[in-house]
C-alpha cells in the first residue's frame, strides 16, 4: 500500500484513488441501482454468450428481469427474504435469475456444479431454498429434494425457462420495500480447507462493490469465464452491468475458446486466476499467432499472488496490453486493492493501492496492535462492502479446516499438517498441503496423495476439486503461541 494514504495518528491506510460517492436512498434495490445507469442506453448489448451466441440489449435484460421476477412472485410464491438457490454453469440466463431474485427483496445463494449430492445437500440444508433454478445436466443432484424446481432448459412436467419469460412478457412488480440494508446474497465459501460458510453480503454491499470495482474504467467488452457461482465471478457480472458495458459469458474456461472469443468479440477487458497466465505462456508458442487479440487492453489477475516473472512473460507475449493484479475476498464483496496502471512501475509484484471506500489497518499477530509502514502484520480492512457475517455460524471465523488437515494427520507418519486455498480456474479454489513428516520417515508425496485418494469419505462424499491437489513437505509450521496455524504465511516450495 502506498505510504502517503497512511495516516500515523489513526494507524490507518485509506485509498488514494479518486472518491465515489454512493446513493443516499434507503429504498434502492441491486437491480434497480443497476438499470439506472443504463436507463440511456436500452439498444446496447448489455450480455453475450459465447456458448449460443445469444445476446440481449440492456432493454431485453431489463424485460427478462421483470418477466422472471414477476412468475417468481406469482408462480413459484417467492416473496422477501426467501432464498433461491442457483446451481447452473455461465450463461446469460445466470445474470438474469441472479437480478430478478434480488428485485424482489429475495436473497440468491449459488452453488458449484461440480458440487456432489452431498455437498450441494448441506448447502441446501443450510440456506432451506424456496426454490432451485438448474439446468438438465444438474438435475439429478437436486431432484430429490422437497424444493420445486425451475430449469434453465426444457425438463418435461417441469416449467420452462423460456416459457415464463414469453408467458410473463409486459409483467412489472413494485420492489420499492427492497431497501439497501436487505440481504441480497449467501455466497458459499468454496469450502476447500474445511465447512461452506454462507457470506451475507447486503444491497448496499454489491452497490458499493460495483462501483468500486469500475471506477475509471472505459467503456469496455468484458469476457466473464471465470463462475459466476463464485464470489470474483459475480460482482465481475455485475459491475460490468451496472457500467453500461458488454458482457460475453463463457462457460467453461479454454485457452483457445477464450483466445477466440476476444478475437471474435472485440474482447477489451479480461479477468483471470493465476493459472490462467500459467496457461498462456506455457501454450502460447504453439497457437502460432493464430488469434487477433490487438482489442484486448487489460488484463487484471486476483485470487492469488501472480510472480513477477510471469506477469513479465506474459507482457512479452501480450505488448499492448496492461497486466496487473488486484487483492479481494467474498466477505469483501469483491476487490480490496489493485493495481493502478496510471502510476507506479509496471510489473511491481504487489496487488496495489486500496480501492476506493476502503480502509484498513496492519494489525500485529502477536500484540494485536496497529502497525506503521513496512512491518508484516495481518489486515484489517473496513468499508460498506463488508459481509454482515456468516449465515447461521457467528463463529466462523474460529472454525478449523477440519476435513483435509484432519484426515492428513490421521496418518501415522505426519506430526503436523495445514491445508490453504490456491485459485483454480473451473473450481475457484482448491485445496493444497503443507506437511511435516515424522523423524526418519520417508514419506513421499506420492504416497500422501494416494492415502487422501482412497479415503472413502472424501472419494464419495467430495467434489473432485477439494481433492488435495499438492503437498510440500516442511520442517515446521509457522504457529502464535496460542497453536493457530499462521495460513496467512506465503509458503514457497
Given amino acids: 500500500m502506498a505510504i ?16 465515489i460517492k454512493l446513493p443516499t436512498s434507503p429504498d434502492l434495490s441491486l437491480t434497480s441501482f443497476i438499470f439506472q445507469s443504463t436507463s440511456a442506453i436500452p439498444r446496447r ?59 424482489l427483496g429475495a436473497i440468491a445463494t449459488t452453488a458449484n456444479p461440480s ?15 424456496k426454490l432451485i433454478i438448474t439446468i438438465p445436466q444438474l438435475y439429478s443432484k437436486v431432484s430429490q429434494f422437497n424444493v420445486p424446481l ?8 417441469f416449467s420452462y425457462y423460456s416459457d415464463i419469460i414469453q408467458n410473463y412478457a409486459d409483467q412489472h412488480l413494485n420492489s420499492n420495500d427492497v431497501k439497501q440494508t436487505d440481504l441480497a446474497a449467501l455466497l458459499y465459501s468454496s469450502g476447500t480447507t474445511g465447512t461452506n460458510k454462507g457470506v451475507m453480503l447486503t444491497h448496499k454491499n454489491f452497490i458499493a462493490s460495483t462501483l468500486s470495482f469500475t471506477a475509471g474504467q472505459d467503456r469496455s467488452v468484458c469476457l466473464c469465464f471465470l463462475p459466476m457461482f463464485h464470489g470474483f465471478g459475480s460482482v465481475l457480472t455485475l459491475a460490468q452491468l451496472r ?56 488484463i487484471i489477475s486476483s485470487a492469488a499472488p501472480l510472480s513477477r516473472d510471469l506477469i513479465e512473460t506474459c507482457a512479452h507475449i501480450l505488448p499492448h496490453v496492461q497486466i496487473f493484479q488486484a487483492y479481494g475476498m467474498t466477505e469483501a464483496c469483491g476487490n480490496i486493492s489493485m493495481e493502478n496502471p496510471k ?55 474460529k472454525v478449523a479446516p477440519a476435513e483435509l488437515e484432519g484426515l492428513l494427520l490421521s496418518h501415522p507418519d505426519i506430526v503436523d499438517a495445514v491445508v490453504i486455498p490456491f485459485p483454480d480456474i473451473k473450481a475457484g479454489e ?25 479415503s472413502n469419505y472424501l472419494a464419495r462424499l467430495v467434489a473432485h476439486y477439494k481433492r ?15 497453536e493457530k496455524i499462521l495460513k496467512r504465511t506465503h509458503y514457497k516450495n
Avoid at 359 to 371: A, D, E, G, R, W
Avoid at 471 to 480: A, E, Q
Fill in 150 to 157: 425451475l430449469p434453465q432448459s426444457a425438463i418435461p412436467k
Fill in 468 to 482: 488435495l491437489r499438492s503437498v510440500t513437505f516442511l520442517k515446521s509450521i509457522p504457529r502464535l503461541t496460542s
Fill in 45 to 103: 448489448t448489455a450480455l453475450l454468450d459465447s456458448n449460443s451466441n445469444e445476446t440481449l440489449t440492456f432493454l431485453q435484460l431489463k424485460a427478462h428481469v421483470s418477466s422472471l421476477a414477476y412468475a417468481l412472485r406469482h408462480q413459484f410464491h417467492v416473496a422477501k427474504h426467501d432464498v433461491v438457490l442457483i446451481f447452473a454453469p455461465n450463461s446469460i440466463r445466470f445474470a438474469i435469475s441472479f437480478l430478478a431474485i434480488v428485485s
Fill in 243 to 298: 457500467r453500461g458495458n458488454v458482457l460475453v459469458s463463457m462457460a467453461k474456461f479454454g485457452l483457445d475458446k477464450v483466445l477466440g472469443a476476444i478475437e471474435k468479440y472485440k474482447v477489451t477487458h479480461m479477468f483471470v486466476v493465476p493459472p490462467v497466465m500459467v496457461s498462456l505462456a506455457k501454450q502460447w508458442q504453439m497457437m502460432n499467432n493464430k488469434y487477433d487479440l490487438s482489442s484486448l487492453k487489460q
Fill in 430 to 454: 482448491v485445496p493444497i498441503a503443507y506437511v511435516v513428516r515424522a523423524s526418519n520417515s520417508s514419506l513421499t508425496e506420492k504416497d500422501v496423495q494416494l492415502f487422501v485418494k482412497i
Fill in 4 to 19: 502517503s494514504s497512511f495516516n500515523p495518528k489513526t494507524q490507518t491506510y485509506t485509498s488514494t484513488r479518486p472518491p
Fill in 343 to 397: 502510476e507506479g512501475p509496471p510489473f511491481s509484484g504487489s496487488t496495489g493501492t486500496l480501492m476506493p471506500l476502503i480502509q484498513s489497518k496492519i494489525i500485529s499477530v502477536t500484540t494485536m496492535n496497529p502497525l506503521p509502514p513496512n512491518q508484516m502484520g495481518e489486515i484489517c480492512i473496513r468499508g460498506p462492502t463488508i459481509t454482515l457475517g456468516y449465515f447461521n455460524n457467528p463463529e466462523a471465523t
Fill in 115 to 129: 458440487f456432489t449430492f452431498t455437498e450441494i445437500s448441506k448447502q441446501v440444508k443450510d440456506s432451506n431454498p
